[in-house]
Nanobody, 124 residues
Framework: QVQLVESGGGLVQAGGSLRLSCAAS????????VAWFRQAPGLAREFVAT????????YYADSVKGRFTISRDNDKNTVYLQMNNLKPDDTAVYYC?????????????????WGQGTQVTVSS
């Protein structure tokens, strides 16, 4: 079983950048497809991006396409989310999640393993 820990959140002004990290322990992250989700107060958890375990292909929500980049470093057992040109609407708790399959899935219920989340706050 894999354990996930997010880090890198914080407070940033609109237009700024942050890089989130999702570090894995217990098992190698390379056997999992990993996704980032986010949840703002009062709203449902929503898909942000995913990187597929075998192909390395990446997929993004329309709201972040062109601004966010998901990547992985298998040597460090870590997946990253580089967030550029941040907007106040990006304010949320960001979670990484993993599942041991190659499917491109955007529903939170389809992921087996979750981190505890990291807060991102973008001020205007």
């Amino acid at each position: 079983q894999v354990q996930l820990v997010e880090s890198g959140g914080g407070l940033v002004q609109a237009g700024g950048s942050l890089r989130l990290s999702c570090a894995a322990s217990g098992r190698t992250l390379s056997i999992y497809t990993v996704a980032w989700f986010r949840q703002a107060p009062g709203l449902a958890r929503e898909f942000v991006a995913t990187i597929i375990r075998s192909s390395g292909n990446t997929y993004y929500a329309d709201s972040v396409k062109g601004r966010f980049t998901i990547s992985r470093d298998n040597d460090k057992n870590t997946v990253y989310l580089q967030m550029n040109n941040l907007k106040p609407d990006d304010t949320a708790v960001y979670y990484c999640a993993a599942r041991p399959s190659d499917a491109v899935l955007r529903g939170p219920s389809q992921y087996s393993y979750w981190g505890q989340g990291t807060q991102v706050t973008v001020s205007s």
